[in-house]
């Protein structure tokens, strides 16, 4: 979300740089540690899906930089978090899937309306998103296979399909945040705040709209229904993981509402915790369901 300056009518993108780098910091080390071991296991027992997950995280980070839904930075975290989802699910059903249509549907969101976007100060940077952004929307869903390939290596278990469904859930969340305030910015006219239905103008921090809304959940049910083909999901394993993209969702408009607006948190980390709540509750509720 961004944040309303009553001073010049303009709004701004509100980041706390310590927060991002910690983000980063959090962030990269677990998913490069992850792959070193993941990459090695494979390279050792099936070196054809190693180079294979290699060769799609240069394409992926390529075609994410030339679109420039990214900087540099951001398309390298971008290309980690893609081998990261191919090695934990090689093959033609693969969590890439997921992934592409989060890519698809948000490249959509940020493009749609920009004139309109720019002449409220709205607009994503032309550059697209850098490191600690693409790694708040993306890499809880990456470090969600961490038990996997544990259990894989270590113990030659199948997939527990609990993390599955909240990797997906995470992608979800974090289709749904972007598509919510970016469609809702163009299409849903003046926003309120959750809690107190205050009307509030657009680009403020907890700010939400019925059709921005509307979109936000389509966008975690379009995830969700990829999720079924690609990954084996059931209906119930889907329906998990929209309810828990939305509940992450509204979560982010309220610390967007509580504590976003106060200063205390920046985009960054309102958006990990968000994909992380998403994450834990699917995780949560398919242990419960079992």
Not at 56 to 74: N, P
Not at 120 to 132: D, I, Q, S, V, W
Not at 171 to 183: F, I, K, N, R, V
């Amino acid at each position: 979300m961004d944040v309303w300056n009553e001073e010049t009518g303009l709004s701004r993108s509100r980041t706390i740089p310590w927060q991002s780098k910690t983000i980063l910091l959090l962030i990269l080390p677990v998913l490069a540690a992850h792959l070193v071991l993941d990459l090695g296991h494979e390279l050792a027992q099936k070196p054809v899906t190693a180079w294979t997950g290699i060769w799609i995280a240069v394409i992926f980070g390529g075609v994410v930089f030339w679109l420039r839904a990214a900087t540099g930075g951001g398309a390298a975290t971008g290309a980690l978090v893609a081998i990261t989802l191919y090695l934990w699910t090689p093959g033609w059903r693969t969590a890439l899937w997921p992934l592409a249509a989060l890519l698809a549907m948000t490249l959509f969101a940020t493009r749609f309306g920009r004139q309109l976007k720019e002449g409220l100060g709205l607009a994503e940077g032309r550059h697209g998103r850098n490191a600690a952004q693409v790694a708040a929307n993306i890499g809880l869903a990456a470090i969600c296979g961490v038990p996997l390939t544990l259990a894989a290596i270590l113990s030659n278990e199948p997939v527990p399909r609990v993390w599955l469904v909240g990797m997906v859930a995470a992608l979800g969340e974090a289709t749904a945040d972007t598509l919510s305030s970016e469609m809702g910015q163009v299409l849903g006219g003046e926003p309120r705040l959750l809690t107190t239905m205050r009307r509030v103008p657009r680009g403020t921090d907890g700010g939400v709209t019925i059709i921005g809304t509307l979109c936000g959940i389509g966008g975690a049910a379009v995830v969700a229904a990829v999720g079924m083909p690609s990954l084996g999901f059931s209906t119930v394993e889907a329906g998990v993981a929209v309810g828990s993209a939305v509940l992450g969702l509204f979560v982010d408009s309220l610390l967007g509402e509580w504590v976003e607006r106060r200063g205390w948190l920046g985009n960054d980390a309102v958006n990990t915790l968000s994909t992380l709540a998403a994450a834990m509750v699917a995780v949560a509720a398919m242990r419960w369901l079992r």
